[in-house]
Structure formats: C-alpha cells, structure tokens
C-alpha cells in the first residue's frame, strides 16, 4: 500500500504544471531611489550608481541624475560628480583607499530629497584560488572546487572574471563575447532555497585564459541583504521557494539598494 502511495505522489509531481503568470508591478514614487555602492580597501576613484526603481520586470532602469553625492569619514570627505557619457554613475573626484574598521557614510541629494547610510569596513581577508580541470572534451577547462558557501564567522563575496579574448584561436574574435562573470557568496547562513536552488549553467573556457579572482570580506549585515536578494532571485524557483518579502537596506527611508565597506583581496592566473 505505501508503494501505490509514494508512486501517486510521484506521479503528481510529475505531471504538475506551470501556470503562466501576469505580474503587475505598481508603479514606485517617483522620489525613491536605488543605490549601488561599495567603498572599497583598493585605491581608486570608487563608484556609486544611482537609478530609479523599474515597475516591469527586466525593465533598463532609469538613472538618477543631477543628484550631490558625498562620501565622508571623521576626517575626509569625498565628494562625487556625474560620469558625463553614463548617467546615473557618480565618481569620486579623487582616487582613495577604505581603511579596516572605518566608518563610512555616504550623503545624497536628490531633489529636494536627502538620503544617507553608514558602513564600517570589513578588513580584508586571503582566500584560495578556485580549482578548475578539463572537461570530458579535454579542451575546455571547468571549475571543480568553489568557496564554500557557508562560514559564520567570515563572510564574503567572490566576483570571478574570465577573459580569454588572448587565447590560441579567439585573437581575432570580438573582445566582449570572450569574457564571462560569475558571482560566488560565502555567508553565515544556511537556506534550503539555496541547497535545493534551480541549476545553474556551466562555464567552461579555453587554456590561456586569464582569470582574476576578487574577495570583497562583507559585514554580516552585508551578508543579509545579499542573501536577501538571492532568495528572491537566484533561489527562486526550485523545489522550496520562499514568500517574496522586501530586501533589507541600511540606507534611510525613501531609498533602496546597499552601502557596503569591503576590504579587497586579488589573484590572476592563467589556465595553462
């Protein structure tokens, strides 16, 4: 009898479909507004994007301009301006590096609408460098170990970039369709979503490409609105979906998005 009942329990799993579904997004104030911003250890002219929220799904949003950005600490302030050709993209006028355990606060004017954030920086932090083999064709080279996606004590965001535009055979092809991004998260939680998530592609990429290997150590604040935005993304759609709810933000009200403080840490190597 229990075998009749698992095999009817299969067999509805089975033959349940997907029913098409008309989102209807509401249409946001016009007042609020996105940030994407991490201040980082490396010394550069660091970037803050500013948008509009979107109200269609896979809608290009709409950059804020015109806006007064400012990033301060107890002793500097760095004042931003707007990339001329890109709008919505605000860049320091000075190059500077994050300090480990500063604080610090970001100030925008938009309008007549003023938002602001605080962060401390998360020190940065050595990792090991991802593995990767061949593939069963002996010609493509496919990562084998990643980071792990759990440790409660070290939380972190790994940004992975191929570029194989250089490699034997591809000097002669477009430079853009010879580069790949991948995104790996260590955080201090484990979700179901995430051990149950739907599958992802594989990459795979030629010998003689170059790989550059990013470590951004995040705050464990950090880490919840990250893993706020693979629940509602990333997550979706596999075996235990979870309720979609608001991601959380440490920008005051009226703004969405996150100001983070990152320590960096950087490798390359060439896959021979």
């Not at 509401?26 to 507004?33: A, E, S, T, V």
Request: charged share 15%.
């Amino acid at each position: 009898m229990k075998t009749v009942i698992s095999f009817l329990l299969l067999a509805l799993l089975l033959t349940s479909c997907e029913e098409v579904t008309d989102w209807s997004l509401p249409k946001g104030n016009n007042d609020f507004i996105v940030v994407n911003a991490i201040i980082t250890s490396e010394l550069k002219n660091h970037v803050i994007t500013l948008t509009m929220p979107i109200s269609v799904i896979n809608e290009k949003p709409q950059p804020v301009t015109r806006a007064t950005v400012l990033v301060s600490t107890d002793q500097q302030v760095y004042a931003f301006h707007e990339n001329p050709v890109n709008s919505g993209i605000y860049i320091s006028d000075t190059a500077f590096f994050g300090a480990s355990g500063q604080t610090y606060s970001v100030l925008i004017t938009s309008g007549n609408k003023v938002y602001s954030a605080k962060a401390v920086l998360a020190a940065p932090s050595d990792f090991e460098f991802l593995h990767y083999d061949l593939d069963e064709t002996g010609k493509q080279y496919r990562f084998t170990i990643t980071p792990k996606n759990y440790n409660p004590a070290n939380p972190a965001m790994y940004e992975v970039l191929l570029d194989w535009s250089k490699a034997s055979g591809f000097e002669n092809i477009n430079p853009d369709s010879c580069k790949a991004k991948l995104y790996f998260y260590t955080l201090p939680t484990i979700d179901v979503s995430e051990v149950f998530a739907p599958g992802m592609e594989s990459i795979t990429f030629p010998p003689g490409t170059l790989i550059t290997e990013r470590r951004y150590s995040l705050t464990r604040e950090h880490a919840a609105f990250f893993r706020a935005v693979l629940l509602e993304t990333t997550w979706q759609g596999g075996f235990f979906n979870t309720t979609s709810a608001n991601v959380p933000t440490n920008l005051s009200e009226g703004a969405s998005g996150f100001f983070g403080a990152c320590g960096v840490v950087e490798k390359q190597e060439i896959a021979k």
